[in-house]
């Protein structure tokens, strides 16, 4: 019994401790961290890549048309009806006799070999057209692993940005405490009215509900960031990194020349194009003669045996030319559905490429419209904390009421929430531009498309 007892007792400890070694550690995520996860563990962006495999297997298949088939059969016979042959009889005055004559084996077996020789291009258009389809999968790829890039950065960048509305809002409440202390030490020796320190006290009870607001949304956002990456929700995240980027100037001509030459979207149309052009040669080649060798080797024999005599062999080889007469205009309907769907694809291409301009475009008209707003909301910020420090001492002169002095900490409570949202909002703007052009950030030379200036960070609010 007392052996029992410990045996439990070592267990649960066991266990216990167990649990403590298998707890989820704290992942320490970066934004090139992020990008890595998300490329390989986001169930959308994985699911296009294996689109990939399928169109390869594609063409080994189209590949496999031109290759000898050679195929095998056995065939055992179940039941027949012999064939009666009637002779006459060389007795005169007697009648014709019956006889039942086997012509068939009861047992069979044949190898048959078929070589295409010439099938008006129709294997060649197969052939060609799996390919593209493979180079439009690919890309297909491509412009997924852009999005989800894209993706990754916007996540990651609403993270810093929700945290640094934690910032605010915790200043925010210490900027409130402090009004109060300051009322309620004015209200002590007679210098503030009852009114004016329910009025302080108040404002902080009001500003607390936002800060608990404030930090439940950045675990909002990073449940989002989470499940964008394809990690467990509950695995502990901690985020490293700040709104820091180098400011760029992009040239719109060298811009628009990089979009319209590597946009994924754009690359796979023109495949689909090419393979809408292959499909009209296979609608033609229906109407052209083809032209093969056959051949066949036949073992057959009345009984299953291996060895002796039983077994009979003969073979034949066959040219064979197959000539299409009439097939109720199936082959000119197709042609004429694949010119329609070239055709649609040049307007939708010419569409398409339109868009591309639009959109590198007002990413850049973003960038510049981002930067200048976040300098402006620099200088805001700086004349709004100056402001609060200038109201503060003045409302300790008494020459300002606590109202003048909540509406100085409103003011700047606004300005560095409008601060924030700026730099988010051109941290964005350079990420869709670098999606826009359908290139890689690393593929991008500085040198010739953008003109880089002083580098600027961007830590957070003070």
Not at 5 to 13: A, N
Not at 71 to 86: Q, R, V, Y
Not at 122 to 130: E, H, M, Q
Not at 233 to 248: D, M, Q, T, V, W
């Amino acid at each position: 019994m007392r052996k029992t007892s410990y045996f439990l007792i070592v267990m649960i400890l066991f266990l216990a401790l167990g649990g403590l070694s298998f707890a989820q550690d704290k992942v320490v995520l970066t934004l090139e961290k992020s990008i890595e996860l998300a490329l390989t563990q986001n169930p959308y962006h994985l699911a296009t890549e294996e689109r990939v495999d399928a169109a390869e297997q594609q063409v080994r298949a189209a590949a496999a048309g031109f290759l000898p088939s050679l195929n095998s059969t056995g065939m055992a016979t179940l039941d027949e009806k012999l064939f009666e042959l009637e002779f006459p009889s060389f007795i005169p005055g007697r009648p014709p006799e019956k006889v039942k004559v086997d012509f068939t084996r009861d047992y069979q077996f044949a190898l048959n070999l078929s070589i295409p020789l010439y099938t008006g291009g129709r294997l060649t258009a197969g052939y060609r057209s799996a390919k593209y389809n493979l180079k439009s999968t690919q890309e297909s790829v491509r412009q997924s692993e852009h999005i989800t890039v894209f993706n990754t950065k916007a996540a990651f960048y609403g993270c810093l940005l929700a945290r640094e509305f934690v910032g605010v809002a915790e200043q925010a409440v210490k900027d409130a405490e402090d009004l109060h202390k300051n009322v309620k030490s004015q209200y002590e020796v007679g210098l503030a009215s009852q009114f004016d320190l329910l009025r302080s006290e108040v404002r902080v009870v009001n500003f607390k509900p936002q800060l608990i607001q404030a930090r439940n949304n950045f675990e909002v956002m990073k449940l989002n960031l989470k499940t964008l990456l394809g990690m467990d929700i509950a695995i502990p995240i901690e985020l490293k990194g700040n709104l820091s980027y180098e400011p760029i100037e992009p040239d719109p001509e060298k811009s628009l020349g990089i979009a319209l030459q590597n946009r994924p979207e754009i690359l796979q149309l023109e495949y689909q194009k090419r393979i809408a052009e292959e499909m009209w040669k296979m609608a033609r080649a229906e109407r052209l003669p083809t032209l093969a060798i056959s051949g066949s080797f036949n073992f057959w024999a009345d009984r299953l045996a291996i060895t002796g005599d039983t077994w009979q062999d003969y073979y034949t080889v066959n040219l064979v030319l197959s000539l299409p007469i009439f097939n109720g205009f199936g082959p000119a309907a197709r042609q004429a559905q694949a010119k329609s769907a070239v055709r649609e694809i040049e307007l939708t291409l010419k569409g398409l490429k339109d868009g591309v301009k639009f959109e590198v475009s007002q990413a850049i008209l973003k960038i510049e419209e981002a930067r200048e707003s976040l300098l402006s909301q620099e200088k805001n910020v700086e004349q709004a904390e100056e402001s609060l420090r200038i109201a503060n001492l003045n409302y300790t002169e008494g020459m300002i009421t606590v109202l003048d002095v909540s509406a100085t900490q409103t003011a700047l409570i606004q300005a560095r929430v409008n601060y924030s949202q700026a730099v988010y909002d051109l941290f964005v703007a350079v990420a869709d531009f670098e999606r826009s052009l359908g290139v890689k950030k690393s593929e991008i030379d500085p040198d010739i498309l953008m003109k880089q200036k002083q580098v600027a960070s961007y830590g957070g609010v003070k």
